[in-house]
């Protein structure tokens, strides 16, 4: 009776550590340009959409668009500004369901060829480092700073009590 039910302590104690080791890491976000399956096209507002979304290292670029139509090009900023498709970085084009990898922390720039970038397909964004451990930001953000310790230790503590008292006793 005693072992079963510390036992059950053991496993929800694991349960525990692993939601907090889950959350660790940040998985890396496939990022849908223009927030649809098929919105690399004009008439849609690029700087609103990524001023909507959160850019790590690691995160993809996914540019869903018909290829009879459009392209898309890395490009430095001088290019985006100017909507200029000669002497590109990159051309990301591929099928139509293209995707970029971001791998620098740095900003980006991309743009469709001829008129379709003054059309306002053109896009800029800046891909930070990944995030902080959230758990550790949870204990530096000042308004929660006990939380983390106040769940966490006393927990272990007493399974680990329990578990030597079920044992050895
Ligand atoms: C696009 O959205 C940005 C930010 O929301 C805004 O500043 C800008 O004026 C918009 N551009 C157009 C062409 O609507
Ligand atoms: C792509 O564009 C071409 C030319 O405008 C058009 O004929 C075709 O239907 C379009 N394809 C899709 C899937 O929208
Ligand atoms: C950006 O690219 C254009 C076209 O290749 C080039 O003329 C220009 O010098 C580049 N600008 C910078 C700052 O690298
Ligand atoms: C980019 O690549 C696509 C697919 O390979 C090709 O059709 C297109 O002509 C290229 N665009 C430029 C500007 O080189
Ligand atoms: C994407 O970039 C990351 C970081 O540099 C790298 O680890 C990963 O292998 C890349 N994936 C592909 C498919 O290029």
Same mark, same amino acid.
């Given at each position: ?23 660790k890491?940040r ?10 399956k ?6 849609i507002?690029f700087t609103d959409?990524?001023?909507h ?10 540019f ?20 200029i498709?000669?002497?590109? *970085?990159k051309?990301?084009?591929? /099928?139509?369901?293209? =995707?970029f990898? #971001? ?7 991309f743009?469709?060829s ?8 053109k ?5 930070e ?13 000042s ?7 106040? *769940?966490?230790?006393?927990?272990? /503590?007493?399974?680990? =009590?329990?578990? #030597? ?5």
């Amino acid at each position: 009776m005693e072992v079963l039910s510390s036992r059950k302590e053991l496993l929800w104690l694991m349960m525990v550590i692993v939601i907090f080791a889950g959350a660790k890491c940040r998985q890396p976000v496939l990022h849908r340009v223009g927030g649809g399956k098929y919105a690399w096209k004009p008439n849609i507002n690029f700087t609103d959409w990524a001023s909507h979304e959160q850019f790590y290292v690691g995160d993809w670029l996914y540019f869903g668009f018909n290829i009879s139509c459009y392209n898309v090009l890395e490009v430095n900023k001088t290019s985006y500004d100017r909507c200029i498709d000669k002497n590109f *970085i990159k051309n990301v084009t591929k /099928g139509g369901r293209d =995707v970029f990898n #971001l791998t620098e922390a740095k900003p980006y720039y991309f743009i469709n060829s001829g008129d379709y970038c003054f059309k306002g397909m053109k896009l800029a964004l800046c891909v930070e480092n990944a995030p902080p451990d959230p758990t550790y930001s949870l204990l530096r953000n000042s308004s929660t700073k006990i939380y983390g310790p106040i *769940i966490l230790l006393p927990l272990l /503590g007493y399974v680990a =009590v329990r578990i #030597l008292f079920v044992q050895y006793v």
